[in-house]
C-alpha cells in the first residue's frame, strides 16, 4: 500500500499533467515543463470545443511529446449512448497502435471495451466519475483502472485518507476552472441553451448574470445585483492550489493535474510554467524540511504570476475547508488578465522570428517568458518581414523579425512573449 512520505523523508515529486487542447498548446506545455500532457481526439472526448486532435495530429502530438520524454494520455471521457460504442473499438486499438501512455474514461462501458479490446493500455478515471471516497476508489482500482482522478470537492484530509487506504494512483487537480456542481455533472447548460455539458459543450451558464422572477409577476426582474453590472451567483472562483503544493506533494499524490483544454497557450505556457517552477523549488528543498510540510511557504513570485495569466480570482475550494459565498465571485463572470501575449518565437536568432499573437509596434516594451520563472524585459527596436521590409504596425497572424534591445538571444522556438496589458497605450519611448 502506498504510504503518504514520512518525517526525515523527502517525497517523490508528482507529474506535473497539463491540458493540450491542440497541437501548439501541446507544444507550448512541453516546452514550458510538462511532465505529461492530455487530449482528445474528434471522438469520444469532451471538451467539443477544445479542437481536439484528428489521427494525423494526434500522431504528431504523441511523437513530439515522446521526442521531449512527455507521457500523453488521451480523453476517452464522454458520457457514451449506444450508437457512440460502434466505433470505440477501432479507436481504442489506433490509440493503442500509436502508443499513447494512457486513457481518460469515466464510463463503465467504455472501461470493459478497454479492458477487453486493449487490456495492456492504461486506463485513468476521469474526475466526470467523482470519486469521492476510498471504496468507490478502491472500487474502480479493482476494475483494472490504475489511476484515478478525485473529485475537486474532496479535503486535504480526505485525500490523506484515499492515499492510506489504496494503491492506485492518485491524481489531483491544481489549478482552473470549477463547476458550481460535482465536476460536469450538471444540465445547467442543456436546459439552458441546449448544449450538454456532460457531451463536452457546456455555455457556460454558470458564468451568466441573473435576476429574480416571482411567478405571479411575469415580466418583472427584480434585480439581485452586486453591482449594476449584476451578480453571477452560480460563478465560482478559479481553483489554485499553488500554495498547497507542499501538503499535496507530502500527501503522496502523484499527478498535479491542470484543467484548461479550451484556454490559450498563454495560459498554459503561464501556468504551467509556474507550476514547474514550483514543484522544483520544492524539489531542491532539505529533507528536513518535509518534517512540516504545512510549514513550507512558498514564495510569492509564483502567485503573482499566476495572477498575471488570467483568472476570475483564486479559490482552494474544499481542500482545507467548505467553500463558501467568498469562494463565488458576483461582480463580473470575466477572467482578470493583466498581461497579454503579443508573439510566439519561431526561430531563434539575433533578431527572432516571431508569430504575432497581439497587435504590434516599434518602440514597445514587452517581456519574454523564460523556461522558468525567469523574464526578459526588451523593447522593440525595429520590425521587418520576413523579406526584410521594414513594418510599423504587426498584425496577428504575421511572421516579423523582430530587432529588440537588449538582444533577444536566449530566446528559444516556442517561447512566448507578452506585455502588460495596456502597456502599448502608455508607451513613452519611440525609436
Ligand atoms: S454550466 Fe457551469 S457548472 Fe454547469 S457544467 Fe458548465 S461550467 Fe460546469
Same mark, same amino acid.
Request: charge should be negative.
Given at each position: 500500500?502506498?504510504?503518504?512520505?514520512?518525517?526525515?523523508?523527502?517525497?517523490?515529486?508528482?507529474?506535473?499533467?497539463?491540458?493540450?487542447?491542440?497541437?501548439?498548446?501541446?507544444?507550448?506545455?512541453?516546452?514550458?515543463?510538462?511532465?505529461?500532457?492530455y487530449?482528445g481526439g474528434k471522438k469520444f472526448s469532451l471538451?467539443?470545443?477544445?479542437?481536439?486532435?484528428?489521427e494525423?495530429?494526434m500522431?504528431?502530438?504523441?511523437?513530439?511529446?515522446?521526442?521531449?520524454?512527455?507521457?500523453v494520455y488521451v480523453t476517452v471521457n464522454i458520457i457514451a449512448h449506444n450508437q457512440d460504442l460502434d466505433d470505440l473499438e477501432r479507436y481504442l486499438a489506433g490509440l493503442k497502435d500509436m502508443q499513447v501512455d494512457g486513457i481518460i474514461l469515466s464510463d463503465p462501458g467504455i472501461l470493459s471495451y478497454a479492458r477487453r479490446v486493449v487490456p495492456s493500455l492504461p486506463v485513468h478515471l476521469s474526475?466526470q466519475a467523482?470519486?469521492?471516497?476510498?471504496?468507490?476508489?478502491?472500487f474502480w482500482l479493482s476494475q483494472g483502472v490504475c489511476r484515478l482522478n478525485?473529485?475537486?470537492?474532496?479535503?486535504?484530509?480526505?485525500?490523506?485518507?484515499?492515499?492510506?487506504?489504496?494503491?492506485?494512483?492518485?491524481?489531483?487537480?491544481?489549478?482552473?476552472?470549477?463547476?458550481?456542481?460535482?465536476?460536469?455533472?450538471?444540465?445547467?447548460?442543456?436546459?439552458?441553451?441546449?448544449?450538454?455539458?456532460n457531451q463536452g459543450?457546456?455555455?457556460?451558464?454558470?458564468?451568466?448574470?441573473?435576476?429574480?422572477?416571482?411567478?405571479?409577476?411575469?415580466?418583472?426582474?427584480?434585480? *439581485?445585483?452586486?453591482? /449594476?453590472?449584476?451578480?453571477?451567483?452560480?460563478?465560482?472562483?478559479?481553483?489554485? @492550489? =499553488? $500554495?498547497?503544493?507542499? %501538503?499535496?506533494?507530502?500527501?503522496?499524490?502523484?499527478?498535479?493535474?491542470?484543467?484548461?483544454?479550451?484556454?490559450?497557450?498563454?495560459?498554459?505556457?503561464?501556468?504551467?510554467?509556474?507550476?514547474?517552477?514550483?514543484?522544483?523549488?520544492?524539489?531542491?528543498?532539505?529533507?528536513?524540511?518535509?518534517?512540516?510540510?504545512?510549514?513550507?511557504?512558498?514564495?510569492?513570485?509564483?502567485?503573482?504570476?499566476?495572477?498575471?495569466?488570467?483568472?476570475?480570482?483564486?479559490?482552494?475550494?474544499?481542500?482545507?475547508?467548505?467553500?463558501?459565498?467568498?469562494?463565488?465571485?458576483?461582480?463580473?463572470?470575466?477572467? *482578470?488578465?493583466?498581461? /497579454?501575449?503579443?508573439?510566439?518565437?519561431?526561430?531563434?536568432?539575433?533578431?527572432? @522570428? =516571431? $508569430?504575432?499573437?497581439? %497587435?504590434?509596434?516599434?518602440?514597445?516594451?514587452?517581456?519574454?517568458?523564460?523556461?522558468?520563472?525567469?523574464?526578459?524585459?526588451?523593447?522593440?527596436?525595429?520590425?521587418?518581414?520576413?523579406?526584410?521590409?521594414?513594418?510599423?504596425?504587426?498584425?496577428?497572424?504575421?511572421?516579423?523579425?523582430?530587432?529588440?534591445?537588449?538582444?533577444?538571444?536566449?530566446?528559444?522556438?516556442?517561447?512566448?512573449?507578452?506585455?502588460?496589458?495596456?502597456?502599448?497605450?502608455?508607451?513613452?519611448?519611440?525609436?
Open positions: 500500500m502506498k504510504k503518504e512520505s514520512r518525517k526525515e523523508e523527502a517525497p517523490v515529486m508528482p507529474e506535473l499533467l497539463a491540458p493540450a487542447g491542440n497541437f501548439e498548446k501541446l507544444v507550448t506545455a512541453v516546452h514550458y515543463g510538462a511532465d505529461a500532457v487530449f471538451r467539443a470545443k477544445a479542437g481536439n486532435f484528428d494525423q495530429t500522431h504528431q502530438g504523441v511523437q513530439f511529446a515522446h521526442d521531449h520524454g512527455v507521457k474526475t467523482n470519486v469521492t471516497n476510498h471504496a468507490s476508489a478502491s478525485l473529485a475537486r470537492e474532496l479535503s486535504l484530509a480526505e485525500i490523506r485518507e484515499i492515499r492510506r487506504k489504496v494503491a492506485g494512483e492518485l491524481e489531483v487537480f491544481v489549478h482552473g476552472a470549477l463547476c458550481i456542481s460535482y465536476s460536469g455533472r450538471c444540465m445547467l447548460s442543456n436546459y439552458m441553451t441546449d448544449r450538454d455539458a459543450s457546456c455555455s457556460h451558464p454558470c458564468r451568466f448574470s441573473y435576476t429574480l422572477l416571482e411567478e405571479k409577476r411575469p415580466g418583472e426582474y427584480f434585480p *439581485v445585483e452586486e453591482d /449594476e453590472r449584476g451578480t453571477y451567483i452560480f460563478n465560482s472562483k478559479d481553483l489554485c @492550489l =499553488v $500554495e498547497m503544493l507542499p %501538503q499535496l506533494v507530502a500527501a503522496g499524490v502523484d499527478s498535479l493535474k491542470i484543467e484548461g483544454r479550451m484556454k490559450s497557450i498563454f495560459y498554459v505556457g503561464g501556468v504551467v510554467r509556474v507550476y514547474r517552477a514550483a514543484l522544483d523549488y520544492l524539489a531542491q528543498l532539505p529533507t528536513d524540511a518535509w518534517n512540516d510540510p504545512a510549514g513550507i511557504r512558498m514564495p510569492d513570485h509564483f502567485m503573482e504570476e499566476i495572477l498575471k495569466t488570467g483568472t476570475r480570482g483564486t479559490t482552494e475550494n474544499f481542500i482545507n475547508q467548505r467553500p463558501g459565498s467568498s469562494e463565488m465571485i458576483y461582480t463580473s463572470s470575466r477572467a *482578470v488578465q493583466s498581461y /497579454e501575449p503579443v508573439a510566439v518565437v519561431r526561430q531563434p536568432g539575433e533578431a527572432p @522570428l =516571431v $508569430e504575432i499573437r497581439n %497587435q504590434l509596434t516599434p518602440g514597445e516594451h514587452i517581456e519574454y517568458m523564460q523556461q522558468g520563472m525567469g523574464l526578459t524585459p526588451v523593447r522593440i527596436v525595429s520590425m521587418q518581414d520576413e523579406s526584410g521590409n521594414p513594418v510599423t504596425k504587426a498584425n496577428p497572424g504575421n511572421l516579423i523579425l523582430l530587432k529588440t534591445e537588449p538582444q533577444l538571444s536566449e530566446a528559444v522556438a516556442h517561447g512566448i512573449l507578452r506585455r502588460q496589458k495596456g502597456a502599448s497605450e502608455r508607451k513613452i519611448e519611440s525609436i
